[in-house]
RNA sequence: GGUCCCAUAGCUCAGCAGGAUAGAGCGCAGGAUUCCUAAUCCUGAGGCCGAUGGUUCGAAUCCAUCUGGGAUCACCA
């Protein structure tokens, strides 16, 4: 059960009875209506600005028919008052047995309540981290894992038929680079004396195992073979380590996608895919043999005015053509990012977003432009910028240089900090904003610490049944009608909390629609503050306490209200993909 | 130079598809509490929402220009 959308039909249905209304019905737009939690609570517990946006097209001013629909609203059982505000707002007020039988909806719905059909089954693909197999996550991955993987979460819960997705680059030169690094560290197994690492090729100490485990496979038989020959068998375990380095990554901080697409599976079988790809953009029209104007700015000093493929993405919107091929005659990086774009297409997703990182916004207007090319303008494409991440040590900012190798990576972090606290904290800011993280404050187990805050808020709930099972030892809570006493709820700092709690599926849907995890980290962190303001009122006023052995009835439907809480947290923090945990101390 | 993101309280940030008196946390000021259910609680001060125009009944929110900060510019992947 919905309050606002309960409620946004409860309007719009009164509305439709409305002599004046009906008049002009065919004139008049209801998409701009919207049925809200008014700014203030002590306006009333629903709002909408019904009025101020009729009143125009029906050809009076707002106050008056705002005054007509409270009238009107006033018939609804439900409904304990209507009052007419400010320039047009309508303000309802809901009576108890409302709030009573929503609160048991809410328990009867567990951790699913908030579920929610907008997504309408729509396939939609997530495409999200996508690091480069040539080594171990670093702390830039972070971000834009967790952002993904939880609007993953989130579109799912919101009734998307959602497809988390990780773009393998296993194609191109930087993974010649890692086999030659990897072929080295084969040659130091065999008992050859490398010295340091030449530069140009990866230093890192995660390449040693790789080369051991080629030394134990094919003891020296690698070393007598030209490069052409031991490339491919190099590459492909060095590859395969690479991506377990990185699927464990992913595992430690509780990702995990559905699809890997390898990008060399569109240059198999003489790129084939990647010439089907071309083929039909070039049938659309999209196509031509040409040269590009030279760079804007600083002009390159290997510039060359030379012949290639392109892709005329100036016609949909990008500001220059791409090349598809290069004057080698070999498949652009971007070529195979369009054969790619294709199949995702082609597999009959109807939503495409990308989270990338801000150092890949200049990219952006070439994705949209292949996908209004590839799907005719069909196709339904997203990309989602993360800001950068300054990572702080006490204050004093970490210096990462990526020559020296001195980059921290993601596994560091969550070994540090602990994954909830990194998730948490990824979510606890606008994707679009930049992110300062301290592992001092992150760390912390106080309340200043959101993440810390929010999982309290579950385990003190977890508490509160263990405390109820002491003073009610007869009691079973598993197999306990909770539901069944809401109407013993009637306190008004209860009645705010199932308000708060009344909330939930809006957020759901509004966080998924405009694709804002965020959103949802900032409710449960609003929700929490509300729940642990309500347990300190029961220190002064020891009736309000929840579990009160002299009222057992009284102390069973505090409890489903504790358990509803309880339920929106749980189900909220797995959506971020954190814990809640039973206890903290 | 082009493009993208950002600018809201002293600090870090929210502000939901324009709507009521612009919010939270920290910090600051005052007060309560040594009790208890588990990591205190209450109150208060603080803002020309970067600037200027525009759109309209109404703008922090939409549009244009400007200022200041960040990212980016390729036959790389």
């Not at 997703?349 to 990308?354: A, K, L, R, T």
């Not at 590839?374 to 900012?397: H, I, W």
């Not at 909830?420 to 610490?449: G, H, I, W």
Request: glycine share 8%.
């Amino acid at each position: 059960m919905n309050l606002f959308a309960d409620f946004e039909t409860r309007i719009k249905n009164a509305l439709e009875h409305l002599d004046i209304v009906k008049e002009k019905r065919s004139e008049l737009d209801f998409g701009r209506i919207a049925v809200e939690p008014p700014r203030d609570q002590s306006h009333g517990d629903v709002a909408t600005n019904a009025a101020m946006v009729l009143a125009k097209p029906l050809g009076t001013n707002p106050r008056a028919l705002a005054d007509i629909i409270a009238e009107a609203l006033r018939a609804d059982t439900d409904v304990s008052e209507v009052s007419v505000a400010g320039p047009g707002f309508i303000n309802i007020r809901l009576g108890a047995p409302y709030w009573q039988r929503l609160l048991a909806s809410m328990i009867a719905e567990g951790t699913d309540y908030g579920r929610s059909k907008v997504g309408a089954e729509k396939k939609a693909n997530v495409e999200y981290v996508s690091a480069n197999p040539t080594g171990p996550m670093h702390v830039g991955h972070c971000r834009g894992a967790v952002v993904g993987d939880a609007l993953a979460n989130l579109m799912k819960f919101a009734g998307y038929d959602v497809t988390k997705e990780y773009y393998i680059n296993d194609a191109g030169s930087q993974i010649d680079v890692l086999a030659r690094s990897v072929f080295l560290r084969y040659r130091e197994a065999l008992g050859e004396t490398i010295g340091e690492i030449p530069s140009g090729l990866y230093p890192g100490d995660y390449l040693v195992p790789v080369g051991q485990a080629l030394a134990e496979e094919y003891g020296p038989r690698l070393h007598n073979m030209p490069e052409d020959a031991w490339m491919p068998i190099v590459k492909d375990k060095a590859i395969d380590a690479m991506m377990a380095l990185i699927r464990d990554d992913l595992e430690a901080l509780n990702v995990h996608h559905d699809v890997f697409y390898s990008e060399r599976a569109l240059h198999a079988n003489g790129a084939q895919r990647i010439r089907q790809a071309i083929n039909d953009l070039t049938f659309k029209g999209h196509v031509y043999k040409g040269t590009l104007p030279p760079p804007k700015g600083q002009l390159p000093e290997d510039w060359e005015d030379r012949e290639q493929t392109l892709f005329r993405s100036t016609d949909v919107g990008d500001d220059m053509d791409r090349p598809l091929i290069k004057s080698d005659g070999s498949y652009t990086y971007f070529a195979a990012d369009v054969a790619y774009f294709k199949d995702k297409f082609d597999r009959g997703y109807d939503e495409m977003i990308y989270v990338l990182g801000a150092d890949h916004g200049g990219y952006v207007k070439r994705l949209e432009a292949v996908a209004r090319a590839v799907s005719a303008g069909k196709a339904k494409l997203t990309v989602l910028l993360c800001q950068l991440v300054k990572l702080y040590r006490n204050g004093e900012p970490v210096k990462m240089s990526k020559r020296s190798g001195n980059f921290v990576t993601l596994r560091e972090v969550v070994d540090e900090v602990g994954r909830d606290a990194v998730r948490f904290m990824m979510l606890y800011r606008k994707s679009s904003e930049p992110l300062d993280f301290d592992f001092a404050k992150v760390t912390e187990q106080s309340k200043d610490n959101p993440v810390f805050y929010v999982q309290y808020a579950h385990a003190r709930c977890s508490s509160v049944f263990r405390q109820a099972k002491e003073a009610f030892p007869g009691l079973d809570f598993d197999s306990l009608d909770l539901k069944g006493s809401s109407s013993l709820i009637n306190d008004p700092n209860e009645m705010q909390l199932v308000a708060k709690l009344a909330e939930y599926p809006r957020i759901i849907e509004a966080a998924a629609q405009a694709q804002e995890p965020h959103r949802l980290a900032f409710y449960l962190y609003d929700l929490a503050s509300f729940f642990h303001a309500h347990w300190n009122k029961g220190k002064e006023q020891p009736e309000l306490r929840f579990v009160n052995d002299k009222n057992r009835e009284l102390s069973i439907a505090r409890l489903g209200l504790v358990h509803a809480v309880a339920s929106v947290l749980k189900s909220g923090l797995a959506i971020t993909g954190t814990a809640a945990p039973e206890e903290m101390r």
